[in-house]
Structure formats: C-alpha cells, structure tokens
C-alpha cells in the first residue's frame, strides 16, 4: 500500500507546482500589460512638461533680448551668457532654471555666433508620441522624429510666422494693380484737347449742340441761312430809271 499512496502524492505536488507557475506567469502578463499603458500616461505628462518649460525658456530669451535692446533698433538679437542670467533679479525672466523632463538632466544649449545663448533642447534621441497640433509657439514641431530635435529658440519658425502670418504687404506701400490700365472713358475730354474741336461729342459753346447737328423743319425745306440769295429763275435788279427790270 505504501509504494502507490507515494505515488499519489507525488503527482498531486507536481500539479500544484504548475498551477502555482502558471498563476505566477499570468500576474506578470497582467502586470506589464497593465503597465504600459502607465508608463505612456507618464511619458505623456513628461511631454507636456518639456513644451511648457521649453516655451517659457524660449519666451524668457525673447524678452531678455528686447529688454537689452531698450526699444533701439538693432540687427540681431542680444543673448544671455547663462540660463542663469534669465533669473536674475532685479527684472527675472524666468522663475527657475529648470531641467530637461524627459532625461532628468541639463538641457543642451544652443549657442548663438556670438556666443550667447539663443535657444535649448532635450538630449534624448526617443521618438516623442506627439506629432500634431501643437501651440503656435512651436508649430514648426509638427512631425518631428526626436525629443533633441523640438529646439526652443528665438527666433525661430514659428514666431517669425505670428509676427507676418499672411505675408501682408508692409504698411505705407501699395500693391500694384492688376489687370490693363483703364482707358479715357467715352466723351471724355483729353487733356490739352479743346472742347470745341469739330466732331467733339458733348456740350458746344452756344447752347449745347454737337458740331454737324441742324434742326430742320418738318416740311422738309432747308430754312435759309444769313447772306443766302433768294432761289429763283431771274432777280430784280433795280433800273436807272426807277423800274425794275430783268438783270442782264
């Protein structure tokens, strides 16, 4: 009886030793299922802290630069030595030097030619789950492949888009006009030109009759004009004697 009731028990340990691997196995499916998506809401939320701290960055230097050039104007733009010249008091242009969200790290700086700096960025190569829509700031983002390559300078694409978003004509010029230069319009007077010239559609200097316009009756006869002879076979030429006589 001994050898078989071994056996038995045996067998039952062995399947309770896989039943208690397969559980373990399907815990840690659930766990790392359940973590990624955890861990893309907390990439997502490292995402949103890069642009809001790159875009103050990015805003800090643009204000630093019109704070230096005090209205004058200048080629160029004037940049800070250090991130941390943006915080100095008695006029801070920025809160906090603040780190790079996605590395936990400096942020790489962007050097200016004349050694300022004009712009930062992330160091990590990762592909970032953002792709579109992103704030007018930093528009020129849209489809980007890494985090290194959203530069937050000034100036910089997107900004020099919202100061001439339409390429509107600057003020004080106007466009030249399209289309054929318009003509005389019909009866105008030409400059230089008399209005009394013969054929000159329009108003006259004696009542308002155009040159070649002759009102005549409506029995058809031609009325008379001053010096014209009288129509007829002889004329009446008055004689030396008082009578008259047919002229010769």
Known sequence: MGPPRNRLIASQQGFTYLTLMF?????????????????TV??????????ARGIEIQQALAAY????????????????????????????????????????????????PTGGIM????????????????PPAVRHFDGLKRYRDW????????????????????????????????????????????PFATGQAGAGAFGGFSSGSIDQPEDGTVPSQPGD???GSSSAVPSETGGSGPAE
Do not use: C
């Open 23 to 39: 559980s373990i196995l399907l815990i840690g499916v659930a766990v790392v299922t359940a973590a990624e998506p955890w861990k």
């Open 42 to 51: 907390i990439r997502r939320a490292q995402e949103a802290d890069l642009l």
């Open 65 to 112: 630069s019109a704070s230096r050039k005090g209205g004058r104007v200048m080629p160029g733009e004037i940049y800070p030595a250090s991130l941390e010249d943006l915080t100095r008091l008695p006029r801070p242009f920025l809160r906090k030097v603040y780190r790079d969200p996605i590395t936990a790290r400096d942020w790489e700086l962007i050097r200016s």
């Open 119 to 134: 712009g930062v960025r992330s160091r990590s190569t990762k592909k970032p789950l953002k792709q579109h829509e992103f």
């Open 151 to 194: 530069v937050f300078q000034h100036p910089n694409q997107s900004s020099v888009n919202l100061l001439n978003p339409l390429g509107m004509v600057p003020t004080g010029t106007m466009p030249p006009a399209a289309g054929p230069q318009a003509g005389p319009r019909p009866g105008a007077v030409s400059p230089g030109a008399s």
């Open 229 to 231: 002879q009288p129509t």
